[in-house]
Nanobody, 120 residues
């Protein structure tokens, strides 16, 4: 089995910064894409940022220029640096990863989520 464990959420004032981290552990042969999604109350889950194993990244338009995703392939971790936070960034943030458990088996995994609240 594979576990994704997020950390770093919390309460921050508008304009502030937070850094989320996620560590993957368990039956891991290799990791393809890793990313972050978020879900605000009453809204659908949306993909915020993704980074593939080669380092290419993609961001939702709503966070471009403010959020930065990075990963450490040696440690199987992914981070999301969030700057210039806005109240509309308030949501539960989920880590996700496409992981090869063996050379032939690719599966998607999700973390439990961490709450980010942007409020004065």
């Amino acid at each position: 089995q594979v576990q994704l464990v997020e950390s770093g959420g919390g309460l921050v004032q508008p304009g502030g910064s937070l850094r989320l981290s996620c560590a993957a552990s368990g039956s891991i042969f290799s990791i393809n894409a890793m990313g972050w999604a978020r879900q605000a109350p009453g809204k659908q889950r949306e993909l915020v940022a993704v980074i593939i194993s080669g380092g290419s990244t993609n961001y939702a338009d709503s966070v471009k220029g403010r959020f930065t995703i990075s990963r450490d392939n040696a440690k199987n971790t992914v981070s999301l640096q969030m700057n210039s936070l806005k109240p509309e960034d308030t949501a539960v943030y989920y880590c996700n990863a496409d992981i090869y458990n063996n050379p032939l088996r690719l599966r998607g995994y999700w973390g439990q989520g961490t709450q980010v609240t942007v409020s004065s």
